[in-house]
Every structure is written in C-alpha cells, then in structure tokens.
C-alpha cells in the first residue's frame, strides 16, 4: 500500500515538474519571439521614417555636415548599417570604419572591428541597432571619447 502511494506520489510530482519546466520553456521561447518582434517593429519604423525624409529632398549628409561631423564610425553592420554606407556614399562624409559583434563574416569597403578591438578616432559614432541603443553606448562610452548617436535621432533631427 506504502509502495502504491509513494508511486503515485512521485508520478504527480513528476508531471507537476515536468509542465513548470515546459512552461518557463515556452515563456523563454515567447519571450524571445517578442523582442525579435519589438525590434522588427522598431526598425520598420526606423526605416518609414527614413523613406519619408529621403521622398522630402532631405539627404542625411546634410545632418551630419550641419553637426561638423565629417569622419564618422557605424556601430552595426547589418542592414541599417549598410544602408547608412550607401546613403554616405559619393558624399563628403567619410565612414571611417565599422563596429559589429559579427565583424569576422562582414565584408565592407571600410575595416569592420569587433566592440573589443581599438576603435580609430572620428568625429561621432552612429549606432544602427537603436533598440540596443543604451547599452552600446554604455559600452561603447569608455573606448571613445566622441558622440555616440543613434540613428534614430538623426533620422528624426533631419
């Protein structure tokens, strides 16, 4: 009878064990889902407003030609990053040099360091991952002694 109980016991412990552990995976995993999704939205966003200024006649040289930045390193090579490089292209902004966690797989027309590695001297850093923003800058803050700007608000000063 003992043996009966304490069997049953440990099946009900068992699955009572094994649904909190399926349910903070689940939690973990929707988690995730929505900051992927948060950040999507972000950059949507970000990108919405970059189109609305680029049909305005609004070129984002003229932002950085009005703040007296002339050298200037990315933070974030993905695809915010590199279209920044092509926006700055043939213009007199010069991108001096790129920053990303993925350094190693990125190619670019400029050298693309690592957040670790020396960060060469320029006249501000432009983050692209503006959801990530405050701790890149944070980060970034003791290796440069320049501005830090998200690209957000550039886009929303042009």
Known sequence: MMKKRVGVLTGILG???GAISI?????KSSNRWKNMSDKNLYNA????Q??????AGIKMEDWF?????????IYGMSLLGERLVDEL????????????????GIFAE?????PEDAIPDADCMVVTPVFFFD??????????SYPIISLEDILYDV
């Open 15 to 17: 699955f009572v064990g």
């Open 23 to 27: 349910g903070r995976l689940i939690s």
């Open 45 to 48: 966003q970000l990108l919405n």
């Open 50 to 55: 970059w189109l609305m200024a680029k049909q």
């Open 65 to 73: 030609k009005r703040n007296h930045y002339k050298r200037i390193v």
């Open 89 to 104: 292209k043939e213009t007199d902004i010069k991108v001096i040099a790129g920053v990303d966690k993925n350094a190693k």
């Open 110 to 114: 400029m050298p693309v360091l690592l």
């Open 135 to 144: 701790e890149i800058k944070r980060s970034m803050s003791s290796k440069v």
